[in-house]
């Protein structure tokens, strides 16, 4: 069965610690991964990570993929309070057909 | 638990028809629902939030009459394209929260289906 895992499930950090989140899967057809913040309602895009080894960067964000041990992780540097929110993993497989394996996600809080 | 199925997996439709598609959750009650639309490394588009019982509340933008929501029972929402054209070929996820949605500063968490491609000729 397929299924994406997300550690931890909630964090309460300071303003200016760095976190790592975590995601491993097990998925059959692993296609890509991808990173989502929310905050309200709909979750936004952050990373799609296709090949291991390779950082992506965006800002104080940045995230990274191992193919072979089956997960990634985001890290956020310097944390602010706007960064509070639930970080979200998925995996599009492909397995006869396109679909999206979501982890429950990670719950952020950053205190000032 | 709070697994989120939708059905079909993927649809192929001839421009002009109509398609449901059915969001469940299989293990536990949800309260509200949110249909989504995926575009290739973009964000989740939300179209709709739906609570069980009462009318969806839809997006700006959203043709309310293009893409009827329904949230009949607490475990099913369904979302039919009515007269699909191939513009609306995409990824439909929807997800569900097992508490009704309501403004809070921070997310309620939200279990989501693995999604429906739909494909319009």
């Known amino acids: 069965e397929d299924k994406v895992v997300q550690s931890p499930l909630s964090l309460v950090v300071h303003e200016g610690d760095t976190v790592t989140l975590n995601c491993s899967y097990e998925?059959?057809?692993?296609?890509?991964l991808l990173w989502y913040k929310q905050e309200k309602k709909a979750p936004t895009f952050l990373f799609m990570l296709?090949?291991?080894?390779i950082e992506k960067k965006s800002g104080r964000l940045s995230s990274i993929l191992d193919k072979k041990e089956l997960f990634s992780i985001l890290n956020i540097t310097a944390t602010q309070t706007g960064d509070s929110a639930i970080y979200l993993c998925?995996?599009?497989?492909?397995?006869?057909?396109?679909?999206?394996?979501f982890g429950t996600g990670t719950r952020l809080k950053v205190l000032a | 638990g709070a697994v989120v199925s939708q059905h079909p997996s993927w649809v192929i439709c001839k421009s002009g028809t109509s398609v449901k598609i059915e969001c469940r959750s299989l293990?536990?009650?949800?309260?509200?629902m949110f249909w989504y639309r995926q575009f290739p490394k973009q964000s989740l588009m939300l179209m709709a939030t739906?609570?069980?019982?009462?009318?969806?509340?839809?997006e700006q933008g959203v043709e309310k009459d293009k893409f009827l929501i329904n949230h009949a029972s607490l475990t099913l929402s369904t979302l039919t394209v009515t007269s699909a054209h191939p513009e609306d070929s995409s990824f439909y996820i929807c997800?569900?929260?097992?508490?009704?949605?309501?403004?809070?500063?921070?997310?309620?968490?939200?279990?989501f289906g693995p999604g429906t491609r739909l494909t319009v000729l």
């Open positions: 997800s569900a929260s097992f508490r009704p949605w309501a403004r809070t500063s921070v997310s309620d968490t939200q279990y």
């Open positions: 998925v059959t057809n692993f296609r890509s």
């Open positions: 296709t090949s291991s080894g």
């Open positions: 998925a995996v599009e497989a492909t397995s006869g057909t396109y679909k999206y394996i």
């Open positions: 293990d536990f009650q949800a309260t509200t």
């Open positions: 739906s609570n069980e019982g009462s009318k969806a509340t839809y």
